[in-house]
């Protein structure tokens, strides 16, 4: 596609549900990224896709999240028994060039996650 | 662990006024350095980076910034803003090594009165 497409776009949630989150990167990027922005804490990484592996998921904050990548595409983030401290806004990116590290990387738009 | 200090975290400005953020990074090693902003409602777009070669760069809009390698700093500047300036704006930096995921600062929010 033309840009990074996330869904839903806002997500909200009682306390203690799982949910999914959804990022479709740009058509042929293999490197997707997942960051997590709260107010005044600026962008957190999450986890690192090159592919449909994850050499890197050193940010995933607790067991309850993971995240998978299909067809070098579509990438989902799992959030289980959420708390209220999960409510954010979750971006993700991607990035050509099997993730060379001078590319810039492209944004979604996020999914803003309200949990009650 | 690498991170990224982003000194100002609210700057309010009049137009015409010129502009300097500050970021600091820690890392010894090879970096690549970007500005990202996030204008109200809009999701995050690159403004300019630095991986190699004149330290001075130039981005969108009349930004630019200077890579200083002595002080760790990757200040972000604009000699004259505008109101459409206002938006949230983030220092980030990774090593120069393929994957390795981006490290951003906290931002600093730019409100630009006209």
């Known amino acids: 596609g033309a840009g990074v497409s996330q869904s839903p776009s806002n997500k909200v949630t009682e306390k203690g549900k799982d949910v999914e989150l959804r990022c479709d990167p740009i058509s042929g990027h293999t490197a997707l990224y997942w960051y997590r922005q709260s107010l005044g804490q600026g962008l957190e990484f999450l986890i690192y896709f090159q592919g449909n592996s994850a050499p890197d998921k050193s940010g995933l904050p607790s067991d309850r999240f993971s995240a998978e990548r299909t067809g070098g595409s579509v990438s989902t983030l799992t959030i289980q028994r959420t708390q209220q401290e999960d409510s954010a806004v979750y971006l993700c990116?991607?990035?050509?060039?099997?993730?060379?590290?001078?590319?810039?990387?492209?944004f979604g738009s996020g999914t803003r996650l309200t949990v009650v | 662990a690498q991170s990224v200090s982003q000194h100002n975290h609210h700057v309010i400005l009049s137009e015409a006024a010129s502009l300097e953020l500050g970021c600091n990074y820690s890392?010894?090693?090879?970096?690549?350095l970007f500005w990202y902003v996030q204008y109200p409602g809009q999701h995050l777009q690159l403004l300019l980076k630095y991986f190699s070669g004149d330290p001075l760069v130039k981005g969108i809009k009349g930004f630019e910034a200077e890579f200083i390698k002595s002080k760790f700093s990757f200040n972000l500047r604009k000699p004259s803003v505008q109101w459409s300036d206002t938006a949230e704006y983030f220092c980030a930096v990774n090593k120069n090594q393929a994957g390795t995921a981006l490290i951003f600062g906290k931002g600093t929010t730019l409100s630009v009165s006209s």
């Open positions: 890392y010894g090693g090879t970096v690549n």
């Open positions: 990116a991607s990035s050509t060039i099997k993730g060379a590290p001078n590319y810039g990387y492209t």
